[in-house]
């Protein structure tokens, strides 16, 4: 059994999983400890600690006994199997620009460009009837008939007559709506008169012009063919110069007469002369000919004289005289019995309609082949009657070229007459004439279908077996289109068909191309149910790759099919998701479609599949229908108002509410957009309005729903989330610029501060916002312009409302930013914690003479979020809400780098602040600027008056638009739907659809492999680590200079340490190879410093999670490889700040097994976040006044979860420690206070080695070690005073029975779990010594007896023990 077969939860009770079988022989002497480990696992935690209150004497003695049993299993059995983070929403989100269907891209050349018919048809024939030409001599007997009919069996003009009527029916089957002209032994004015004729009849379509010249001389070198005078007593030359005047552009011409070559070679010459001449003109002119320029026609009796006009107008009567001539039938078969072939033509069910039907597949499918696609779509799929020529000329040549004759043809086509495909249509010949006979002489007897089109599909599907898009295409794709014309093989054929294009975007091009469009088109007419789902399958791939065929679909009423589909309870919720699919791609910015869809009940049925959803009950609550459902409507109601008003109507706003918490990031997005598209309803004209009373309440009490429910999720887990609420408030800011700019220019308004205390706060008003915690809740003051977002400058349309006296003029601010007084002090205002777009304001104190359509109280929150997206952790959503920003008049100005002192600011100077401080101003002079190499993003705001910004303010030396879609924005004001951040999650989710959903990914295999791989690596090495005797740990084997190294990681399959410093930079070494991999900035505000790394997905392509000191996640993939690095996701793991605080100080640990990250800090919670969800699951009430200073700070994998997914323990600042398990309802398990003779905070904490969920040890900064026993709440069961106060780091390791503890006094201690000190490394003054400085982080390898140790101003180390050789 392997590995994680027995995870049937992700909290499983029990992570003790059974060993794979190639691993038995190294762990067969553990075996026993592991089925004690189970058993001692499985029983209830709170059990285990009342049964061990007794035991605890016990537990005191000997813990490396303890340890190498029953503990030494846990660790052997553990090994995470949780993947997290490697979602399509995690493909480089931050650089990836996602790109919908496509409307002129790779498989738009599919559609023929101009589509053409055949107007006027003239037929020339010189036959001359009983009179020889000069030029040839004829054999005997020698070929006679002419449209099969002897000419010499009746009088010589009927006869005439009779081939030339001959000749016109049997062209009119091939298109039966052209108009026919015919002239026979023409003089050269009858001739002009007929093309001219026919080309006025005609206009712009083309025109066929047939010639049969079997009674005149060949055609001269001079491009000239015959035609007589009126008394039939001399051959008259007609230049093709001036039949190719009268004809024009476009034609087709066809030449059966011997050497008919030399009139293609002289109209070639004519259009290359003529080109050359008049360089704007277009030829369209095809031509046919029976055969080279030296060449002259067979004569053979065997064969009609008009072989080459045989081939083209009756191919099969054609070929299966040919065939019979050739094959075993020969003398055997009356050839008069080919006349009398049962059947229609076009009726398949027919002898003659199936023979008929096999020679199209066969004879498209050899065109397919061999030609260019360029050259495939004008001959055989631009023109019906061009396409039918071109199929019998492939006749032509293969049955002529046994004569030794070569039938010409411009544009030339490579030679086909040898192609296997022949074969296969012989033996439908031959099949057809063994049954000939008796059909013929029995008409009620039933002929025998042919195995062809089964066969092929037979090798169709074995191709599809072994095939791929760097093979040759499938042959037989032409066929498996003609099959579609069958009702016995369509399912199997459309299923095939299926299979194909989920292959790829070629795939599907190749379909098209080859002409699948109007077939799977014509069948959404059919109503057969078995046949839905693959059609919806197969649409579904081809709008995944080709939005234009929208059109299509509601000119011919499609969208009715898939609606239908859509509301099928009994199909699968993924099959009803592509339906879904399939209509939003149809209402995509098509208001046709949208009105049809409309018309059809999409909104209802729609609305009541996601209301259904959310009930209990519901089953078919598949995350990709959900997802599905909501773009649809979203798309349906994008722009047009008719359709938002209906979706209100409908109670959508109540609808889409439930759906924001739901686990997938994709449905909450897509949600969020379609709440998002809603808010144009009704709200243009009530922001037009400005002083006017709108009185539609409905109308606000919706947009009050929409916007509340985009600020709950403002903050989730899920940066594609994120950037759809950007998106839906760009969109409200839009609709209601006029207030929200009032809302935010009355924050930077010149007030006294007696007026700001009388401010209500926004924190005391009752929110009802559910989801995740409200952002008013203990924000910390400034935190709206932070150092992350930088210089804000404040917007207002109204110059009347501030006036400054000393315009812009830009003087630097003393202090760290934010001035003494000024709104953003912490001392302007005293009655709110919530910071200053917290400070809300009641209605009325803000207004334009009228009522406001919203409570300013809920425009203040909008200010708050925007500017909170503003500042957001991932660079792409910081984008999309500066943008917002700009919208209500907030730009973002980049600052020149000053001095870390905070002596100068780089601030615009307001007249308001120097009002506030009664004309005193603390301004001190600019300082000139030191050399930080990156640009210092510095918090303050200048005011501007208007949202125009003006070119030379904005590109002034001073300052300068960190984003210059910005300047764009501001540039043209807000009359421009164009300038707002446009949504992403419909295109990303299209992108689902254009990847393989039919079969596993290829490299499945080799995922497994290389997880299997790591899984003996780790067992093999823990087994050595449990086993190791380590005397001393103070060998350096490896070393880096870097100064401000705040976390040091070791990766744990590869000889690989990870370094962060105090700006963020992210360094990453080879140690074995003493070289430096990768260094990056984790962003762009180095400023915080990191508080936490840890790797996630160890077992697979690990991902590296960097937490920055004010509580941001950034997870890395690629970090490895220099300059390649991408980032995965970001988030802000921290919410409501307690009052008073500056920084967050952020406590962060993740926990593989469960997928859990647990953040803490200055708040009085825990938050816990589901990564896979990318979701808040419940912050954890910490239960404590103090702060959180450690949350098990030990390596990724050596958290609770290597016990029980659910648990955590914390360590505050007050010296306590507290055990959680948030499975239980009341969560907090147990505290301790084992740090009582010197009350100070928790620097480390971890489980013991061999993860007994019982044991802890907890260091704290005044130098003590503690080894825990959650079973005995009185006291530890050992104490080591490590240091003489100032503990900056512990490291346990997961394995070995040894920690580590390090202090600002340059030196690093190991102990065993005895208490016994295994050895010491110091700062020594000697001249060869190690050297280091202040440590700042230890950190153990988890397989190997390794550490790593981070100093402040010196380096980088690892220690080793003796043995092992230095680097």
């Given amino acids: ?661 739901e686990p997938q990031p994709e449905v909450r997005a897509s949600a969020v957009f379609a709440l998002g598209t809603l808010l144009n309803v009704g709200f243009d004209s009530c922001a037009g309005v400005g002083d006017g009373e709108c009185d539609d309440d409905d109308k606000f009490r919706a947009e009050v729903s929409i916007v509340k429910s985009m600020l709950s999720v403002a903050s989730d887990g899920s940066p594609l989330v994120r950037a759809e609420v950007a998106a839906a408030l760009a969109r409200f800011a839009f609709g209601h610029n006029k207030h929200l700019k009032s809302i935010a220019a009355a924050y930077w308004k010149p007030q006294t501060n007696s007026f700001l205390n009388s401010i209500p706060s926004l924190a005391n008003i009752k929110d009802s916002i559910g989801g995740y915690p409200t952002q008013n809740q203990h924000m910390p003051r400034g935190s709206i312009v932070s150092s992350q977002i930088g210089p804000l400058r404040v917007g207002n349309d109204n110059s009347s409302v501030v006036r400054d006296r000393c315009g812009s003029s830009s003087r630097p601010l003393a202090g760290s930013g934010i001035m003494h007084g000024s709104p953003l002090s912490d001392d302007s205002s005293h009655h709110s914690d919530s910071g200053i777009l917290n400070d809300g304001f009641s209605n009325g104190v803000v207004n334009h003479g009228g009522q406001k359509p919203l409570d300013n109280a809920l425009y203040s929150q909008c200010v708050h979020a925007m500017c909170t997206l503003a500042k957001d952790p991932s660079p792409r959503i910081a984008n999309l809400g500066r943008r917002v920003l700009s919208i209500i008049g907030i730009e973002q100005v980049v600052a020149k780098p000053f001095k870390s002192t905070g002596e100068a600011t780089g601030l615009a100077r307001s007249s308001s602040w120097f009002d506030m401080n009664g004309g005193r101003s603390p301004l001190t002079s600019r300082t000139p600027p030191v050399s930080p190499p990156r640009l210092n993003y510095l918090s303050g705001i200048r005011r501007v008056f208007s949202l125009e910004f003006r070119p030379h303010l904005m590109n002034s030396p001073d300052s300068g638009l960190a984003d210059p879609l910005l300047g764009s924005g501001g540039a043209t004001g807000t009359s421009d739907h164009s300038l707002l951040p446009q949504s992403i999650i419909y295109n990303w989710s299209c992108g689902h659809f254009s990847k393989p959903l039919l079969m596993a990914g290829d490299d499945s295999e080799a995922i497994i492999a290389g997880r299997e791989k790591k899984e003996k690596f780790a067992l093999v090495h823990i087994t050595k680590c449990q086993h190791s005797a380590v005397s001393r740990l103070t060998n350096p084997i490896a070393k880096w200079d870097t100064r401000g190294t705040q976390m040091v990681l070791m990766q744990p399959f590869s000889p690989v340490v990870i370094a962060a410093d105090g700006n963020e930079r992210i360094r990453i070494w080879n140690h074995e190879e003493a070289t430096l991999l990768n260094s990056f900035d984790n962003h762009d505000f180095p400023d915080k410093g990191i508080s936490k790394l840890c790797l996630m997905n160890e077992l697979d392509d690990s991902l590296l999670l960097a937490a920055s000191s004010d509580g941001n996640i950034r997870i890395w993939k690629d970090y490895t490889l220099k300059g390649k690095q991408k980032l995965v996701t970001a988030f802000s793991s921290i919410h409501g700040h307690k009052p008073g605080v500056r920084s967050v100080n952020a406590v962060v640990d993740w926990q593989q097994q469960s997928g859990y990250l647990y953040a803490s800090g200055e708040i009085s919670s825990i938050m816990a976040w589901d990564l896979d969800k990318e979701q808040l699951v419940n912050p954890i009430p910490s239960s404590s006044d103090r702060s959180i200073s450690a949350l098990l700070r030990t390596d990724c994998l050596r958290a609770a979860s290597q016990v029980h997914g659910g648990q955590l323990a914390a360590g505050f600042v007050d010296g306590s420690v507290r055990l959680y398990d948030i499975r239980t309802p009341e969560m907090l398990i147990c505290g301790l206070r084992p740090h009582t003779q010197r009350v100070e905070k928790v620097v480390g904490i971890g489980f013991q080695p061999g993860l007994d969920p019982g044991k802890i040890v907890s260091a704290s900064q005044a130098g003590d070690i503690q080894f825990l026993d959650i079973r005995n709440h009185n006291s530890a069961y050992l104490t080591i005073e490590a240091h003489r106060g100032s503990l900056t780091a512990l490291a346990v390791h997961r394995h070995a029975p040894i920690i580590a503890s390090s202090s600002a006094k340059q030196l690093i201690k190991v102990f065993s779990l005895e208490g016994d000190q295994l050895g010491t490394i110091r700062y020594y003054p000697t001249l060869m010594a190690q050297k280091i400085g202040s440590v700042s982080c230890l950190n153990f390898h988890p397989y190997q007896v390794l550490l790593a140790a981070g100093t402040a101003d010196a380096c980088v180390c690892i220690y080793a023990d003796e043995n092992t050789q230095a680097r």
């Avoid at 929403?89 to 738009?108: D, I, K, M, N, T």
């Avoid at 086909?416 to 008409?443: F, K």
């Avoid at 191309?513 to 059919?526: A, E, R």
């Fill in 1 to 661: 059994m392997a590995l994680g077969d027995s995870m049937a939860s992700r909290f499983s009770q029990s992570p003790v999983l059974l060993l794979p079988n190639h691993l038995a022989d190294d762990c067969a002497a553990s075996s026993s400890s592991v089925a004690a480990a189970a058993a001692y696992e499985d029983t209830d935690f709170a059990s285990q600690r009342r049964d061990s209150e007794s035991g605890t004497a016990t537990a005191t003695t000997s813990t490396s006994a303890s340890y190498g049993g029953n503990a030494a299993a846990t660790s052997l059995a553990y090994l995470p199997q949780t993947v997290v983070l490697c979602e399509l929403r995690h493909e480089a989100f931050e650089a990836a620009v996602p790109v919908g269907p496509s409307e002129s891209g790779l498989v738009s050349k599919w559609r023929p460009k101009d589509r053409m018919k055949t107007g006027c048809v003239a037929l020339v024939l010189c036959l001359n009837i009983s009179v020889d030409p000069p030029d040839v001599i004829k054999i005997s007997p020698c070929a006679r008939m002419e449209c099969w009919i002897d000419p010499f069996s009746m009088a010589p003009q009927k006869a005439l007559e009779s081939i030339g009527k001959n000749l016109s029916s049997q062209y009119e089957r091939w298109q039966p709506k052209a108009r026919y002209k015919y002239q026979l032994d023409p003089t050269v004015d009858e001739v002009k008169k007929l093309c001219t004729s026919c080309r006025r009849y005609a206009k712009s379509e083309r025109v066929l012009f047939h010639y049969n010249g079997h009674g005149v001389p060949k055609p001269t070198a001079n491009g000239e063919i015959w035609v007589f005078n009126k008394s039939y007593t001399q051959y008259i030359p007609l230049p093709i110069s001036d039949l190719n005047s009268w004809l024009k552009t476009p034609s087709i011409y066809v030449f059966d007469c011997s050497a008919a070559g030399m009139i293609v070679n002289s109209f070639i010459e004519l259009h290359e002369w003529n080109a050359s001449n008049s360089s704007g003109s277009t030829w369209d002119c095809i031509l046919l000919a029976a055969c080279e320029s030296h060449e002259t026609l067979p004569q053979s009796a065997e064969f009609p004289a008009d072989v080459f006009t045989s081939c083209l107008t009756t191919p099969i009567k054609m070929a299966l005289r040919w065939f019979c001539t050739r094959s075993l039938f020969r003398g055997s078969l009356d050839y008069s019995l080919i006349d009398q072939i049962p059947g229609r033509p076009n009726d398949r069910k027919t002898l003659l309609g199936e023979l008929n039907w096999i020679f199209t597949a066969v004879t498209g499918t050899i065109a397919w082949n061999v030609l260019s696609h360029d050259l495939f779509q004008r001959l055989f799929r631009q023109d019906l009657l061009v396409a039918s020529l071109f199929r019998n000329f492939l006749l032509a040549e293969r049955i002529m070229r046994s004569a030794n004759c070569s039938p010409v043809s411009h544009p030339n086509l490579p030679p086909t007459h040898q192609h296997h495909m022949w074969d296969a249509w012989d033996m439908a010949a031959e099949l057809c004439l063994s049954q000939l006979p008796s059909l013929v002489g029995n008409p009620n007897a039933e002929f025998q279908p042919s195995t062809f089109f089964g066969d092929q599909l037979t090798a169709f599907e074995v191709w599809l077996d072994h095939g791929s898009e760097h093979k040759k295409p499938p042959e037989q794709l032409p066929i498996v289109v003609q099959v579609l014309l069958s009702q016995s093989h369509r399912f199997r054929a459309l299923v095939l068909l299926g299979r194909f294009l989920d292959m790829g975007p070629w795939a599907v091009d190749l379909a098209l191309s080859v002409g699948i469009f109007p077939y799977v088109l014509k069948l959404l007419q059919t109503t057969r149910p078995e046949l839905r789902q693959i059609l919806v399958f197969i649409w579904t791939k081809i709008l995944a790759l080709d939005k234009s065929c929208q059109v299509d679909l509601v000119k011919d009423g499609g969208h009715n099919y898939f609606i239908k589909f859509l509301d099928s309870i009994e199909a699968y919720p993924e099959q009803r998701a592509m339906a879904a699919f399939i209509l939003a791609v149809i209402v995509d910015g098509h208001r046709r479609g949208q009105e049809a869809c409309i018309e059809a009940g999409l909104i209802h049925v729609c609305l009541e599949h996601l209301q259904s959803s959310s009930s209990p009950n519901d089953s078919q609550t598949e995350p990709l229908l959900l997802q599905w459902l909501c773009l649809c409507l979203g798309k349906l109601w994008e722009d047009f108002t008719e359709a938002q008003a209906m979706g209100l109507l409908h109670g959508a706003t109540i609808v889409f509410a439930p759906l924001l918490s």
